[in-house]
């Protein structure tokens, strides 16, 4: 008998394991880089303006002398807080609305998938911009403006997962012992459903990082002063023409790098835990 076939699970786990020691490592690097750098890197220094990168300066210095490595840094560690809060917003709402409509009465089944048609059909930009601007801006603007726009995907998923589970031997016999049905969500909805409550946050997180950069930079974020991704994207644009590449070129490719890693982890995630190519 061959020996060679008894590590294939292992070699199937080794790229979600991959994928799991590089987002960490980088998260504890942004997190701890955004605790420990010096604030003062960050007031202005007339006499550093412009610098290109260098030694002292690995990312340059913006229009005000201010450390572009010191602004990037905490900019990401602002964008990863935001969007952690954020998505758990958008899970929680995506599960209580999925697993109550799938358990409740038709009519609130059908009054949910119609907000869900009615938030789909609603353009992502148009509608957080809307809320951000009523709001007030800021983080709050920013995570309601988000968390409302990103739920409806993982709801529908939610809500179908929990339409098969109620119909199960063990859910009839609970609900024939007379358990409510809070009992029955919390105890066993919920629970068979976190695999794809897990997913989904981690797949909606580089999306809602990505909006996070996307509001701050048409301004309905944070002040011009907040060391944002969005806000260094919009501060470097117009020095691009002028040769101040590293103004805008290091912000974006920070931000590429988070959304790639936490895309790639969620992939990963999904074919390990989605029960059809789990096995495969």
Same mark, same amino acid.
């Given at each position: ?67 572009? *490595? ?62 951000? *601007? ?24 939610? &809500? ?18 007379? &358990?409510?049905?809070? *009992? ?79 895309? &790639?982890?969620?992939?990963?995630? &999904? ?10």
């Amino acid at each position: 008998m061959s020996t060679t076939a008894l590590p294939a699970r292992p070699r199937r786990r080794a790229p979600l394991i991959r994928s799991l020691v590089l987002t960490g490592a980088l998260v504890l690097a942004i997190a701890g880089g955004g605790m420990l750098l010096d604030g003062s890197a960050l007031t202005s220094d007339i006499g550093s303006r412009l610098l290109p990168p260098s030694l002292e300066y690995p990312f340059g210095t913006d229009h005000l002398g201010r450390d572009m *490595f010191t602004r990037v840094v905490k900019g990401l560690a602002l964008s990863l807080a935001i969007g952690v809060a954020t998505a758990l917003l958008s899970t929680a709402i995506s599960a209580v609305l999925g697993i109550v409509a799938a358990l409740s009465a038709r009519w609130f089944d059908d009054a949910v998938s119609w907000v869900i048609d009615l938030f789909i059909g609603i353009p992502h930009l148009i509608f957080m911009i809307l809320i951000a *601007f009523t709001v007030g801006g800021g983080i709050p603007g920013i995570m309601l403006g988000i968390a409302t726009t990103h739920w409806m995907a993982l709801a529908l998923l939610v &809500r179908a997962d929990t339409k098969q589970l109620r119909d199960a031997d063990f859910v009839k016999a609970s609900r024939g012992l007379g &358990r409510s049905p809070w *009992f029955i969500a919390s105890r066993h909805i919920l629970p068979l459903a976190s695999p794809q409550l897990m997913v989904g946050f981690v797949l909606m997180f580089p999306h809602v990082v990505l909006h996070e950069a996307a509001l701050t930079f048409l301004g309905f974020g944070f002040s011009p002063q907040t060391p944002a991704i969005g806000i260094l994207l919009s501060e470097g644009m117009p020095h691009i023409l002028s040769g101040k590449w590293w103004l805008a070129a290091f912000p974006g490719l920070a931000l590429l790098l988070v959304v790639l890693c936490f895309a &790639r982890l969620g992939d990963q995630l &999904r074919s390990r835990l989605d029960p059809r190519t789990a096995n495969g």
